[in-house]
């Protein structure tokens, strides 16, 4: 009788470990029996000191050094290719006109109520409403302008707003050019507000702005404009500004 049971109890032994042998493991189960804790953190750290790829940490510097290049490249090309346009001032304070080296200028057509008065805009408000009924802020818009008559003495004349669109315009008679602003604070930006000065040229500019805005409060005539390059998507690089009959380039 004990023989028997002996030899029972290995069968069932002997059982037991061919069911285990024959035991299907997923490899999510195989692979949890043999990873260790030790094995995890030495796989984490390798992970973390690996280097990273060179194409993640040039193409970001890429990207920059792209963006930066581009601005004096646009720039160039509205020099090279725009076309010559010259914008009226408005009546300028001579005290804050002049920062330091900074010349800050403000056009008419920066004025939401000289913009208000041209063809077009109910349709750019109606596109572009804010809430207080106001024009959206950051809104892109396009003035058209139309080219004057020279003055006499060489002096340019600016050219005259005629119209105002949202989107820039497929064809303009060759006398008319579109400029392209942003709405912010109020104003619209053109790109062309801040100049820098060259300090041989800062003190005689500073005495032709006082006499030009003297000249206006006694009632004649002011002539401070600027000429501009604009490229046929309306952007505007400055070139040079009169104050009276006197040029200053940028």
Request: proline share 6%.
């Amino acid at each position: 009788m004990k023989n028997e049971s002996s030899e029972s109890t290995k069968k069932s032994e002997s059982t037991k470990s061919e069911s285990t042998k024959n035991k299907s493991w997923s490899p999510e189960a195989e692979f949890s029996e043999k990873l260790t804790f030790r094995d995890y953190l030495l796989a984490t750290d390798q992970k973390a000191n690996k280097p990273l790829p060179t194409g993640r940490l040039v193409l970001p510097l890429a990207i920059q050094a792209a963006i930066i290049f581009a601005v004096p490249f646009l720039s160039m090309y509205t020099t090279l290719t725009g076309r010559e346009v010259i914008l009226q001032t408005v009546p300028v304070n001579s005290r804050n006109v002049l920062q330091g080296n900074s010349l800050e200028l403000d056009y008419n057509i920066s004025r939401i109520s000289t913009l208000r008065r041209l063809s077009g805009w109910q349709e750019l408000l109606r596109r572009n409403r804010g809430r207080d009924g106001e024009l959206l802020e950051g809104t892109n818009l396009y003035v058209i302008l139309q080219e004057q008559p020279f003055f006499s003495r060489g002096v340019p004349r600016a050219w005259r707003p005629v119209r105002v669109t949202t989107n820039p315009p497929r064809s303009l008679p060759s006398n008319q050019a579109a400029l392209k602003g942003v709405y912010q604070d109020g104003y619209v930006q053109y790109g062309v507000e801040n100049y820098n000065v060259q300090d041989e040229e800062r003190q005689q500019l500073n005495r032709d702005v006082a006499q030009a805005v003297r000249q206006t409060r006694d009632g004649q005539s002011r002539s401070i404009v600027v000429k501009v390059k604009v490229d046929p998507q309306g952007n505007a690089v400055p070139v040079s500004l009169w104050v009276r009959d006197r040029n200053y380039q940028f």
